[in-house]
């Protein structure tokens, strides 16, 4: 995704304050980066490009370094998540089992790609690498909860009793 593809999110007032506290805890510490963008996803639930241009100020780097950083770490996201984050995991053994499908299945009915969000910010939809389930193939992970052997046809009746 391209940086000017990414949306302008407006702060408010607390979550302002939530970062620059963030910030400042962590300033003038080798390897703050990451710790920072971790404590301002929890806070925000994402990172917006503004904010990171602010990290990087603040922490005295380069723009691209904390771009580099949040876009290499898959846990980390640009996009405002939906209330429920659907995360299908695309390693190989979940990919033989099914995993495409349940990814073209859940494209289809929620009409977003991976990395985007619904309109009403209900669904987000995450591709992963192998989450170490191997055994359970193919598995999907919305918010904390892991769905074991998903059937990809019947993919959207997990989907859909989210209440
Ligand atoms: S490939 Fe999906 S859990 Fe390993």
Request: aromatic share 6%.
């Amino acid at each position: 995704m391209r940086i000017a593809d990414l949306p302008k999110y407006e702060l408010k007032p607390e979550e302002i304050k939530a970062v620059d506290q963030i910030i400042s805890k962590h300033k003038g510490k080798n390897g703050a980066v990451i710790p920072v963008l971790q404590q301002i996803q929890k806070r925000i639930g994402f990172i917006p490009i503004d904010v990171q241009k602010k990290v990087a100020v603040q922490l005295g780097i380069p723009d691209k370094n904390v771009y580099g950083v949040a876009t290499f770490y898959s846990f980390f996201s640009l996009m405002p998540r939906g209330k429920y984050n659907i995360q299908v995991c695309m390693g190989t053994a979940c990919f033989v089992k099914g995993g495409k499908k349940i990814v073209d299945n859940i494209q289809k009915e929620l009409g977003i790609k991976p990395g985007q969000t619904t309109n009403d910010r209900k669904y987000s939809l995450q591709v992963t690498r192998c989450v170490g389930a191997c055994g359970i193939a193919p598995v999907i992970i919305i918010n904390d909860t892991v769905y074991k052997k998903v059937n990809p046809l019947k993919v959207m009746d997990i989907v859909c009793s989210l209440e």
